[in-house]
């Protein structure tokens, strides 16, 4: 079977690289995919989604899977649906679970879902009245999609009401933020779970810990993520149970009940309150880095999850995955998350020990023989061992492996785990 795994970031290379394995597999096609995808399989390219599709139809694919959130909140999963191609990921209606936090936060009230006190609502006004009421901090947020940075969490009614107010204006975030949603400030701790569903039954992966931060001890402006780890022991069976109960059920049997049914992963972003588990917020795809620490935990079966998912038979799937830790450490360039950095040679020692620790590829491109560090998150250096700390020594060696001008890169991955 042939696959296509469409998108061009780490999280992609790191389906890419765990299903090479399977030999059922006879070629990976990654849409657009990068510098280093080429190595995995073969990069192609297309004007339209349409194009794309008549491309899988008349090469037989068996299989696609979407990794991130602009496609699948365009259409593309039931563009290829409809043309009879499998596919892995959720329609454009099921999709809008990430793609508008109004139509999220109002879906978790209706179904029972545990989440922040908020309005959403277009109007100035109304924003201020409901500012007024909560206790500081107060977390605005835009509600259509802004590449991870359209959250404000509000230190002074002042700053809540001026982000409220240049949102609906169109000055922050354009069209995405004119209906925006206000909430109460959750404080606890933050975990990713991950359910692959297929629109009924679901399963839960190992929860992961993402560093959003750019600098060590949570300083610095929020990224698309610096580093993770999996499983995270602050999750513990309790907190997951409950997850299932009062989030990943009521969820899917709510998208069923509005005729959306939900297929593909379901990216649970919670806030851990006093042992209770919260929902921030729901992404309809694997998060990156968290893919990156997920996928090297499978020992069997992947592939079968993926295409139980898009068949709708995951009651019948067996896979199982391995006893370790995997942990993600990000390397960026120079410039990130600011702007776009010049492009740099990349230079890799060997390391023996490659079972053990690998590097998945993002924001690289190829230059004749040379790697090319070319902007934003460069490449995720993965560690797996017995325990976070052993994981953790891993992926560090396999970020002194890694030279490029400007490299930058927490020194600080899965220190939650390591508290005391
Ligand atoms: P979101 O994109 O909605 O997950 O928000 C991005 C980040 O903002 C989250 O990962 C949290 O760190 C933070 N955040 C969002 N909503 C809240 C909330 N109600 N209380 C505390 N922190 C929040
Ligand atoms: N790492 C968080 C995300 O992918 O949204």
Redesign the pocket.
């Known amino acids: 079977m042939e696959i296509v795994i469409v998108g061009s970031g780490g999280r992609e290379y790191s389906i890419g690289l765990a299903l090479q394995k399977e030999c059922r597999i006879d070629g990976i096609y990654f849409y657009p995919g990068n510098g280093a995808t080429s190595k995995l399989g073969k990069n192609i390219d297309f004007a339209n989604y349409q194009e794309f599709v008549d491309f899988a139809l008349t090469q037989r694919i068996g299989l696609v899977i979407i990794g991130p959130e602009a496609p699948l909140v365009e259409g593309l999963a039931d563009m290829l649906r409809e043309n009879g191609i499998l596919v892995f990921g959720p329609s454009a209606k099921a999709a809008r679970l990430e793609g508008s ?1 109004a139509y999220m936060k109002e879906f978790a009230k209706t179904y029972g879902i545990p ?2 006190r ?1 309005i959403q609502t277009q109007d100035y006004v109304e924003s201020c009245k409901f500012i007024e009421s909560l206790n500081l ?1 107060i ?1 605005v ?1 835009a509600d259509g999609l802004c590449a ?1 940075k ?2 404000i ?1 509000a230190q002074s009614y002042e700053e809540a009401k001026n982000a409220a107010k240049e949102m609906l204006e169109g000055k922050s975030f354009g069209d995405s933020g004119k209906t925006i949603v206000i ?6 701790f ?1 975990l990713s779970v991950f359910a692959m569903c297929d629109g009924k039954d679901f399963i839960v992966l190992p929860a992961a810990q ?1 560093h ?1 931060r750019l600098l060590d001890y949570d300083k610095g402006p ?1 990224t698309g993520g610096m580093g993770a780890y999996a499983p995270a022991p602050l999750a513990t069976p309790e907190i997951l149970k409950e997850v299932e109960s009062t989030i990943i059920i009521p969820t899917l049997e709510g998208m069923e009940k509005e005729g959306n049914p939900f297929s593909g992963t379901l990216f649970c ?1 919670i ?1 851990v309150v006093k042992n209770k588990p ?1 929902l ?2 729901f ?1 309809v795809r694997f998060g990156d880095p968290e893919c990156e620490v997920l996928m090297p935990l499978f020992k069997e079966g992947l592939l079968d999850c993926f295409l139980a998912c898009a068949r709708g038979d995951l009651n019948k799937v067996r896979f199982e995955l391995e006893s370790k830790f995997c942990v993600g450490v990000v390397v960026a360039s120079k410039d990130y998350p600011y702007k776009s950095s010049e492009k740099e040679k990349i230079t890799i020692e060997d390391l023996e020990d490659n079972v053990q620790s690998h590097i998945s590829f993002a924001g690289v491109s190829k230059k004749e023989e040379d790697l090319l560090a070319s902007g934003g998150r460069v490449l995720v250096c993965v560690g797996k061992g017995e325990n976070v700390q052993d994981a953790l020594q891993k992926a560090y060696k396999r970020v002194e492996s890694v030279k490029f001008k400007g490299m930058q890169y927490r020194k600080d991955i899965a220190y939650q785990a390591l508290k005391k």
Do not use: H, Q, R, S
């Open positions: 936090k989440t922040a908020f901090p977390v947020k991870g359209g959250v969490i909430e109460e400030f959750l404080d606890g933050e993402d959003k929020n972003g806030m919260y921030l917020e992404n």
